[in-house]
């Protein structure tokens, strides 16, 4: 399920179901700037697949509508869009590639492209539009698709975002570790 946790610890489920079925085992998430939110919903270790497959779906701003936007990956995980709402990139763990894709009305994905040859797990963005995916090392490519940078961690990384006070520091998550690094 998709859950709003309050500060205090009040639990809200904004979605739990598609079509009737429950969710497989939701994994990552994007909210778009109209609150909207992108997310995964891939089967890892032993779980049953409830959906007929392992998708990608929208749950509108309003919270009153989940839509399948995605259905033809063999394991979606990672999801992250522009701060401008206009392009979303999600990782096809299982098919060993990330895809772009242009945000249309309504959350509807269009102009499908193959973006990196990567089995990512998590990604994040920069302010300059660069894309950390997280395999077996953080690896970045530009908005254009290239490979610019590898930054190596001490785990295997699952996951990877910015934060402190300043957004500066890319914060890994890993089996067991969490390490954060200063970046420019």
């Not at 609150?35 to 509108?60: C, E, M, N, T």
């Not at 992250?80 to 096809?92: E, H, N, R």
Request: aromatic content about 8%; charged content about 25%; glycine content about 14%.
């Amino acid at each position: 399920r998709i859950a709003s946790i309050s500060p205090k610890g009040k639990v809200t489920v904004l979605a739990d179901k598609y079509d009737g079925k429950r969710f497989n085992k939701p994994n990552d998430l994007w909210i778009d700037p109209a609150g909207g939110v992108y997310f995964s919903d891939p089967v890892y270790g032993r779980a049953k697949i409830h959906q007929g497959g392992q998708h990608v779906y929208y749950l509108s701003p309003d919270g009153k509508k989940v839509t399948r936007v995605i259905d033809d990956m063999k394991k979606p995980n990672g999801v992250v869009g522009t701060p401008d709402g206009k392009i979303l990139y999600v990782a096809d763990h299982g098919g060993g590639t990330v895809y772009r894709y242009e945000i249309g009305k309504g959350g509807a994905l269009t102009g499908k492209k193959k973006f990196a040859p990567v089995a990512c797990d998590g990604m994040t963005l920069d302010h300059e539009g660069n894309v950390y995916l997280t395999e077996s090392t953080v690896l970045v490519y530009n908005s254009k698709g290239k490979r610019i940078e590898q930054i190596d961690v001490p785990m295997r990384p699952t996951n990877a975002c910015f934060g402190g006070a300043d957004m500066k520091t890319l914060i890994v998550t890993g089996r067991g570790a969490v390490c954060s690094i200063k970046m420019r």
